[in-house]
């Protein structure tokens, strides 16, 4: 699980399962389901990046999107991305 802090909040971000696929010359897309973690709590979240592959094999995030986990949210994009 990967785990990160966020500068200067007390937060932490795991990654609890992610899938990506390749793309272009060296790009990927990646989709996770994420929790912060704080002192006030817990909160998961849909996290949908695009990134890079550098020449050493790192990767590198350019964005990202995050969306509630929230059943109505999720068919919403769903439903929308296979109309269009």
């Known amino acids: 699980m990967e785990e990160s802090k966020a500068a200067g ?10 899938n990506k696929i390749p793309f272009g010359k060296n790009n990927f897309l990646e989709v996770a389901r994420k929790r912060a973690v704080s ?3 817990t909160t998961e979240f849909i996290s949908i990046s695009r990134g890079y592959t550098m020449r050493d094999g790192s990767e590198r995030y350019k964005s990202s999107l995050t969306i509630p ?10 439903d929308s991305l296979s109309t269009i």
């Open 39 to 41: 002192k006030d709590g």
């Open 9 to 18: 909040r007390n937060v932490e971000f795991e990654t609890i399962s992610s």
């Open 69 to 78: 986990d929230d059943e109505e949210v999720r068919r919403f994009i769903i």
